[in-house]
């Protein structure tokens, strides 16, 4: 930021950053004064509406290091938040994304991020609730004669998953579940029996891990989202069909984060009506 300002336009534009870098954390004052190891007093004025007062350079270096954010983005000199190492380490990467059941770099991530809590929007049905019939018939048009050997090279890595110590909050589109349910589009020519053996396979394993294991359904007419997955705090990834575009940097994570917040909240079915949605679905399909 080339542009000159005064001393109590700087020191508005670092209380209105101060506070932004706060709410994204999910940090109040109390909690940044324990950080940084001054008085809960000390944040409040550094807060104070109409203050011309500019902490010193101690106190920014410190706030800048418990938030996450770079020390010149707080004074108004940068308009990136990150530090300089944390835009050359952290960059995006975007890597390739194979038609596989689990493939390499996913594991490696959840492999990663074991004992965090894992947030995930899928392109379709979650692989890791399908039934095995349901992944051959999924996947045996792409992965052909070894579609066997992918399954129960993938039943391992699941299983792995499953046992991460990991909590896994899913969120997908209520219009998915149907069109499953229904056979239509994606689904289209899926048997009677594969889909009702599904729906089982989700009721088990709601009543086996919920709530370390939770699904919610959400109207895609009222919000939106694209596959993504949040791995706790370290690392958020977007999925492009060929390609993931993974984020490092804490500010982004945190966005990717209060984006799939705000689905649950927005959600139709909640985790814990899923069993009912899930029996109502079941008898159509019976039916």
Same mark, same amino acid.
């Given at each position: 930021?080339?542009?000159?300002?005064?001393?109590r336009?700087?020191?508005?534009?670092?209380?209105?950053?101060l506070?932004?870098a706060?709410?994204?954390?999910?940090t109040?004052?109390?909690?940044?004064?324990?950080d940084?190891?001054?008085?809960?007093?000390?944040i409040?004025?550094?807060?104070?509406?109409?203050?011309?007062?500019?902490?010193n350079?101690?106190v920014?270096?410190e706030?800048?290091?418990?938030?996450g954010?770079s020390?010149?983005?707080?004074?108004?000199?940068?308009?990136?938040?990150?530090s300089?190492?944390?835009i050359?380490?952290?960059?995006?990467?975007?890597?390739?994304?194979?038609?596989?059941?689990?493939?390499?770099?996913?594991?490696?991530?959840h492999?990663e991020a074991?004992?965090?809590k894992?947030r995930?929007v899928?392109?379709?049905?979650?692989?890791?609730?399908?039934t095995?019939?349901?992944?051959r018939?999924?996947?045996?048009?792409?992965?052909?004669?070894?579609t066997?050997?992918?399954?129960g090279?993938?039943?391992?890595?699941l299983?792995w998953?499953?046992?991460?110590?990991?909590?896994?909050?899913? $969120?997908?589109?209520? @219009?998915?579940m149907?069109?499953?349910?229904r !056979?239509?589009?994606?689904?289209?020519? &899926? %048997?009677?029996? *594969?889909r009702?053996?599904?729906?089982d396979?989700?009721?088990?394993?709601h009543?086996?891990?919920?709530p370390?294991?939770r699904l919610?359904?959400?109207d895609a007419?009222?919000?939106?989202?694209?596959?993504?997955t949040?791995f706790g705090p370290?690392?958020?990834?977007?999925?492009l069909?060929?390609n993931?575009?993974?984020?490092?940097d804490?500010?982004r994570?945190q $966005?990717?984060?209060? @984006?799939?917040?705000?689905?649950?909240?927005? !959600?139709?079915?909640?985790?814990?009506? &899923? %069993?009912?949605? *899930?029996?109502r679905l079941?008898?159509d399909?019976?039916?």
């Amino acid at each position: 930021m080339s542009t000159k300002i005064d001393k109590r336009a700087r020191a508005d534009l670092f209380r209105a950053r101060l506070n932004e870098a706060m709410q994204i954390r999910g940090t109040n004052r109390s909690m940044l004064a324990r950080d940084i190891g001054v008085d809960r007093s000390t944040i409040s004025q550094l807060l104070a509406p109409g203050s011309a007062r500019l902490p010193n350079a101690q106190v920014v270096g410190e706030c800048a290091a418990a938030l996450g954010v770079s020390a010149d983005w707080l004074l108004g000199l940068s308009d990136r938040p990150e530090s300089a190492a944390e835009i050359l380490a952290n960059s995006f990467e975007l890597t390739k994304a194979p038609r596989a059941l689990v493939d390499e770099q996913i594991f490696d991530w959840h492999r990663e991020a074991a004992g965090y809590k894992i947030r995930h929007v899928p392109a379709a049905l979650p692989d890791m609730l399908k039934t095995q019939k349901m992944l051959r018939w999924e996947y045996a048009p792409h992965l052909g004669r070894t579609t066997d050997q992918a399954i129960g090279a993938s039943e391992d890595r699941l299983a792995w998953m499953r046992g991460s110590r990991s909590d896994y909050e899913i $969120a997908m589109p209520l @219009h998915e579940m149907q069109s499953f349910a229904r !056979a239509e589009g994606y689904y289209a020519g &899926l %048997p009677v029996a *594969l889909r009702l053996e599904q729906i089982d396979r989700f009721l088990e394993l709601h009543e086996q891990l919920y709530p370390t294991l939770r699904l919610s359904l959400f109207d895609a007419r009222r919000v939106y989202s694209a596959p993504i997955t949040v791995f706790g705090p370290l690392l958020a990834v977007l999925y492009l069909g060929r390609n993931y575009l993974a984020f490092r940097d804490s500010l982004r994570v945190q $966005a990717f984060t209060q @984006h799939f917040d705000a689905l649950i909240r927005a !959600a139709t079915v909640m985790d814990r009506d &899923l %069993p009912g949605f *899930l029996t109502r679905l079941r008898g159509d399909i019976a039916d």
